[in-house]
């Protein structure tokens, strides 16, 4: 059953290790962002980023911005976590999103209340049921399925082809971006990727695979 995160009040300075340590330009810096408003986050994280501030001073770090995370947080606001807590907030972003996608899959309605209980109780997010369990199981399946049959099929592809519908499609790069890479005009590279898009659908054809390219 998914965790039931309780709000914790956090603040960019949790991060920091003991003004004492630090040099007077730290501490300047530290005193700086003691002065930024507090942001609304969930306790489990909020415990994992202090426990790994104190045990980690030193250790390289990577930068984020609580901005792109946290609907309470109205200005951007940058501090420095692990790799694991940058993991950690990305898995807590897919798994938004894949409650939204339950809420609209369910027709769940959406109240005016202040956080989303009354939404939460009308998808079953607190208990899924043995069904849900079922559901996501099955659909997890016919998507690791379909992303193998992908591969398998890119595969297939003269490696030029192969190269400009990954670009396109799986990283999500634009025409005239692939194009620019490859030093030919996005009109060519788009005839390149068509034309390897119909090798695709030939080749789930011949397979008997069902996709919609």
Same mark, same amino acid.
């Given at each position: /059953?998914?965790?039931?995160? %309780?709000?914790?009040?956090?603040?960019?300075?949790?991060?920091?290790?003991?003004? !004492?340590?630090?040099?007077?330009?730290?501490?300047?810096?530290?005193?700086?962002? !003691?002065?930024?408003?507090?942001?609304?986050?969930? *306790?489990?994280?909020?415990?994992?980023?202090?426990?790994? &501030? =104190?045990?980690? @001073?030193? /250790?390289?770090?990577?930068?984020?911005?609580?901005?792109?995370?946290?609907?309470?947080?109205?200005?951007?606001?940058?501090?420095?976590?692990?790799? +694991?807590?940058?993991?950690?907030?990305?898995?807590? =972003?897919?798994?938004?999103?894949?409650?939204?996608? =339950?809420?609209?899959?369910?027709?769940?309605?959406?109240?005016?209340?202040?956080? #989303?209980?009354?939404?939460?109780?009308?998808? *079953?997010?607190?208990?899924? &049921?043995? @069904? #849900?369990?079922?559901?996501?199981?099955? +659909?997890?399946?016919?998507?690791? @399925?379909?992303?193998?049959?992908?591969? +398998?099929?890119? !595969?297939?592809?003269?490696?030029?082809?192969?190269?400009?519908?990954?670009?396109?499609?799986?990283? *999500? /790069?634009?025409?005239?971006?692939?194009?620019?890479?490859?030093?030919?005009?996005?009109?060519?590279? *788009?005839? &390149?990727?068509?034309?390897?898009?119909? %090798?695709?659908?030939?080749?789930?054809?011949?397979?008997?695979?069902?996709?919609?390219?």
């Amino acid at each position: /059953m998914p965790l039931r995160h %309780r709000p914790a009040v956090f603040t960019p300075t949790t991060l920091l290790v003991s003004s !004492s340590r630090k040099s007077p330009g730290e501490r300047a810096s530290t005193a700086a962002r !003691s002065a930024l408003p507090s942001v609304e986050v969930c *306790g489990i994280c909020a415990a994992a980023m202090m426990t790994f &501030s =104190k045990q980690s @001073e030193g /250790m390289p770090m990577q930068t984020i911005n609580l901005k792109q995370y946290y609907p309470f947080c109205k200005e951007d606001i940058f501090v420095e976590v692990s790799d +694991e807590i940058v993991e950690a907030f990305l898995l807590d =972003k897919r798994a938004e999103a894949a409650r939204d996608r =339950k809420m609209f899959r369910y027709k769940a309605f959406y109240s005016l209340d202040c956080n #989303d209980g009354i939404e939460n109780a009308a998808i *079953g997010w607190a208990q899924p &049921s043995p @069904e #849900d369990y079922l559901i996501e199981k099955e +659909e997890l399946a016919e998507y690791e @399925e379909l992303i193998r049959r992908l591969y +398998e099929a890119i !595969s297939s592809l003269p490696p030029m082809q192969a190269r400009r519908v990954h670009a396109r499609y799986m990283l *999500g /790069m634009k025409v005239k971006d692939i194009a620019a890479m490859e030093g030919i005009t996005p009109s060519q590279a *788009g005839k &390149s990727i068509h034309a390897a898009l119909r %090798r695709l659908r030939r080749y789930f054809a011949r397979q008997k695979w069902t996709v919609n390219l």
